[in-house]
């Protein structure tokens, strides 16, 4: 089919070159549509050129695959990084984390290309829709959606993989012989997660070989791995490993994750709330991502103030992940909240020794050199530093006052 | 010294059987008071016997010993893993947490016996003495405190260990002659806290011998060990493993205890921020407790509804953990903050499986028989439940009305 | 039209007996359901023999007028007045705190008269589509809805108010000939809200002639009234005025209004975020409401600690007024946050002395028998009570401890 | 007594031209300081002219009176009103405002005149000295400061007004013959404050002629005066009255205090609570800020994102406001938070009409130019503009889903 005979307008289709966005771009075609294919490649293991020719064979005018990895790691990761993000106070937010910057792309090539439609192939029950779309319409709100999975002209029509694949048989859409596997997953070189299928029970424990991306910590090696992680403002700046330094924003993530890979570090096994209401069981392997927030976390012990701290615990760091989760990244409030992200980490500057064991990240030190803010003399419980013992004295009095008045009540004892 | 040449009145000295309170028991004897001696069994290490001995053999006029390690099971520390409660994301709070229970025997007894006074070894420049002196006064608002380390007159005269051995000596107080740990501890059942001497610089790596209640991950078995903990309400009510059952409040604990430690489960070593204001540096072991906050986070994922958790999460759980950190368990706050954890937990109640494996504590599977939140129907990305794909997209589109009102003015492609 | 001639099951309508649900009470027969009306007393003026006669002319099956004043105050007003409730600083929430009580017994009807169906007047783009039908479907979870303003056979034959007109002639039912006021009300005992129409233009001033409930502040009385309002654990359970004492709940907030009106207090003008995302401007009154917020804050300051009372106002109140503005009073956050509102409220016990004049609530004084946190020898400057002017020097040297070590590095003058 | 023979170093005394300050002068000569005078001007009624006088007769080598209304508007005030700042809830902070701008230029001229020491005459029970101690020890955090009400020397020797008449009979320090008012009062260009005295019993009605800054609402012109209130970035750019435009910062505050005194705008009587934890009542006047905390309040409602707003109210607002009562000002979080409010009032620009009127600030409309986030049309519930009704279906659909699940186990009806 040529796309002279589309007859609908022109749709950017973000493609991932599996069954079922194959089968969306061949339905788009067949509904009138002219379809160009977008792939983002956010360092998830992927033959691109496979999907390339294979978009192209199914009709697609165009096929854009674009390396996203850095602005991925500097642009998203590291911000989540310094505001410490984490969803129900587990989950890293791997998924979350790409959506803003494959959108942000898929948009941009929108406008370039006069394409007045975008498609996608999440379903209608999930996160993913919605993370996509909203950022869709903050940043292009003229923009207009084909998501088939809601269609039901579609999705009765595609009711089970069995019309998938005779559909794809009908438009000669080659199809890779492999086994399905018993669950889903969505890769990036921030994450992998797996959910749905038999881990839909939530009492299921994974199969040791669905882990993909980390060694079994049972595997790991039983010796353990010593680095230091160097932070700047607190983002990473530089690894070291013996003689080896990394020093180049990317490359520091990518070594952290090989490292993390190899010693079993990052995953998780949740039951999670969606943002539609739904709870849902994921598993995840985060490994830099865990590495980098343990480390974050210590430098801010010994760099950040105190009140600082606490403030941004409550009021940033769950609201900045929230925001995440539920995709709107590109709203004012999370402008306005990475604005007081970076006003926090001023200060953050220093590094950190670890240790890394069968899945364990182990502190082992720490130091900053432009930091005043720890002072071994007045931590000192020897050394009398900066004020008197009857200061504290003051200071219980002032801060009893209140409870007094209210244990008169109480009668407590 | 008789009780009878007392002439300043009567003092309750928490003691504790080492050089520091027997001298200052001696101390307060000498400055004209009868003291008495209280000594709390929160499960930490200690010859009681031994110490009563040596507190009547330096005139104490009575001692009493205590055992609080039930209620301080029960009453502060499942209240706490109700609560997921957590200091700067990280420490578990375990000295903050058995405060309580020992301040306020402390006052019944002080009450029952007619003692003006109070006592306590604590320094004048950490955390312990807000935290006991606060309970003292909300307790018993009217007590008179005794901190000989904040009288200048005490902490002149005895401005090293010399001085105490002289004064020791001169006194004829027994003094175990062993060498001196280059750091200091606070154990009890939930925890033990390493901080000040060698720990002082931040940068030191603990040595391996300082630790005590847990086997170094290293040396932990090779075996992973499989648990499966029951909670109800948000507390822990069954430990199962293998043929064995515990379902005793304090049993449980200290059985989790048992395993945590022989898995080498709960080491950290952080940079802490004290109430006062001071940045510290403390290595804690807390083995059972850290087995339990990651158990109850994850029963609560199947259990407990989302926008609970949300607003529990972002007020409940910083503020408490605030409170105990601050010695403010005795206070309106606090009690007021206990009535919505208790209102929190009604719905959390379920099975999660554990794995225990060289530090790691993974979880393996959780389920609820009365918990219905959780629909693996709904959940399902295969199966329509509940609602209509076209649901989602209208839900999607009024979540757009407003980022896409911000949007037209960015114009961000 | 008879109700035998149904065939597609029972509703329940949500019945104003105004020209929108009289006309779609005639629709919903038309369609083939049997109609039974209701509406409820929440004490806005209204002719309800007047509704009934034309509900059963326009072919209800039945007709329910249900009086819910008193458990709207003192269920829904009373607990809002005790969280200080308030919408972005400043809307009172008349009409979310309507909302619940005519749901629910919307749901107990439905349920006991076997209707599958429920329905109402409201329209697509407001609050109360979404306040209403959480309402139901938290309370109901199977009930069906017919929202006949977002059925496009409905909203597309009723294009306008002519048409209406046209459909009310064609089944027979009355048209009251009133000018249409060019804005719309809803209005119950707590207040009054006009929006839409010339409203829309936000720089509108809205007419002298809109304002319903209350007096102009100009035309007021010119000698302002004092009363007295006595609260009991934040609920006022006494109003004092001269020699006239008024002690029942809903008696309490009648006479409330009734001189809250006569002295011009409680407009309101404002734009507002509605859930869906859309800004609107709404003018409101709410009379009683007003003069409790005052005294209630008031006698807080009084009676309430500290602590709590900041974790109530920065947790609580802007959580639960979310939660009734959005319609989720039925849900486990609200239970949750309920359950601490009343925790809060054990101390706040005593006497407002207020001046009403000309739109103001002035506060004259205030007192309480039962509470002690106030001490007027503490508070003096004169009187030296409770601790020595050197512990406020301690105090403030600790807190000085963390902002010198900043200061050190700002180098600020 | 000459400087020369002082012995003990230099002091810079926050004078105020009254007795208590005066005396102090005096005895810290007496005590072997020399004494340089330092007076602020923030707005208050004073003889700066009389007080140079008095103080260099007294025995100052120096005196100092910095003009710093321009500062304390534009620095402090302005930034308070983009933040809505209110403590408790009712409380606008003019104390607590001034103090930053009085204490820096005190530093400053410390550091310029080399002043080891700094004195001020706050007594030991107030927030006062708090304020301005945490202010030098963050500025400098070298000074030395001399607190003579909390120095038992000096407050056990001037226990009553006649200790001090004496002292200054004998140091021949001129005293103004005025009958002391029976309260104390703290008076700026934003606002005046009363306490203790008669104020101290919290239920006693204070004075008519107590009151100065404003006319007694009673009193208050009966023609209303309307005005409009351009902000730019959420600061008031311009006042417009009739064909009087005012644009400077600071005649814009000093314009809107003339009208607002003149409509009796801004009384308060409340009771709240200290920072060392004590209640305490005070009443205030706080003519301008009223007005602009409502207007400002206004335009963002029709200026400022949902979720910035709220975000900015839950966290920012009650944190900042806390953090001026506590004087901490001059700190990392204050910092911190200064930076978000920036961030949050980018789109807040627009005008807000107003009418004074006896103590009422009603707004009587809004509008602005640059801003798109009203939409009359979308706004409009007869107009359909932006999505169809359906989309509120499914909106309603997905927020209902957890609560149905919820609902299921209550069984509510």
């Not at 069954?19 to 998830?44: F, H, K, R």
């Not at 975008?118 to 779309?133: A, I, L, M, P």
């Not at 923009?143 to 595609?158: H, L, N």
């Amino acid at each position: 089919m040529s796309a002279t005979t589309s007859t609908k307008g022109r749709v950017l289709l973000a493609y991932s070159g599996g069954l079922d966005t194959s089968c969306i771009l061949a339905w788009l075609i067949e509904q009138g549509y002219e379809v160009m294919c977008y792939m983002a490649n956010v360092g998830q293991e992927e033959d691109f050129d496979a999907a390339v020719i294979k978009a192209k064979g199914c009709g697609a005018t165009k096929v854009f695959v674009e390396d996203l990895q850095r602005e991925f790691v500097e642009e998203l990761i590291y911000p989540a990084v310094q505001a410490n993000t984490i969803y129900e106070g587990i989950y890293l937010l791997g998924t979350s984390l790409a959506r803003p910057v494959i959108a942000r792309r898929q948009m941009e090539i929108a406008a370039r290309e006069n394409c007045q439609y975008v498609s996608h192939g999440c379903t209608g029950k999930g996160n993913d829709q919605v993370r996509f779309e909203l950022a869709y319409y903050a940043l292009k709100p003229d923009i207009k959606v084909i998501a088939p999975w809601r269609i039901p002209e579609f999705y009765e029509r595609f009711a089970g993989r069995k019309d998938l694949l005779a559909f794809a048989a009908e438009k000669n859409i080659p199809v890779v012989q492999t086994a399905a596997k018993p669950w889903s997953t969505d890769e990036n070189l921030f994450h992998i997660s797996y959910e749905a299928g038999i881990l839909e029970d939530p009492d299921v424990t994974p199969p040791k070989d669905m882990w993909k991306l980390t060694v079994d910590p049972e595997d790991a090696p039983n010796t353990p791995e010593r680095i230091t992680i160097e932070f700047t403002k607190g983002k990473p700046t530089k690894v070291i490993n013996g003689a080896k330094q990394v020093t180049d924003g990317l490359e520091i993530f990518l070594y952290l994750n090989q490292l993390a890979r190899q010693h079993g570090i990052g995953r998780l096994d949740i039951v999670e709330n969606r943002f539609i209401g739904i709870k849902s069981r994921g598993c995840y392997e985060t490994p830099a991502g865990t590495i980098l927030r343990v480390a974050h976390m210590d430098i801010e012990g010994l760099t950040l103030d105190r009140q600082v701290r606490n403030l941004r615990d409550q009021f940033v760091t769950p609201q900045y992940s929230n925001i995440l989760y539920n995709g709107m990244y590109f709203s004012p409030e999370a402008e306005f909240l990475l604005s007081s992200i970076e006003a926090s980490q001023k200060t953050v500057n220093g590094e950190v020794r670890l240790k890394l064991y069968k899945g364990n990240v182990i502190v082992e030190g720490r130091s900053s050199k432009t930091n005043n803010l720890y002072d071994m003399e007045e931590s000192s419980m020897d050394v009398q530093g900066g004020f008197s013992p009857l200061d504290s004295e003051g200071f219980i009095k002032i801060q009893s006052i209140r409870l007094k008045k209210w244990g008169v009540n109480q009668k407590l004892v």
